[in-house]
């Protein structure tokens, strides 16, 4: 998989950033502090409704 840090991440922490990739059939995002730790993986439908959900909070 090739990760890639977000544009939405901060700029003024490492802490703060967030890497994804592209998986057949969705995305997936994990914390790019802990690349070998938990990742959340999303169907294209889920990360449809979830980003704008999450830029709202």
């Given amino acids: 998989m090739e990760w890639r840090t977000s544009s939405y991440s901060s700029n003024s922490s490492e802490a703060d ?25 999303f169907t294209s439908a889920v990360r449809t409704g979830f980003v704008p959900y999450a830029a709202e909070h």
């Fill in 17 to 41: 950033c967030v890497e994804a990739a592209t998986a057949p059939g969705g995305i997936c995002v994990r914390d790019s502090e802990n690349a070998q730790g938990a990742r959340l993986d």
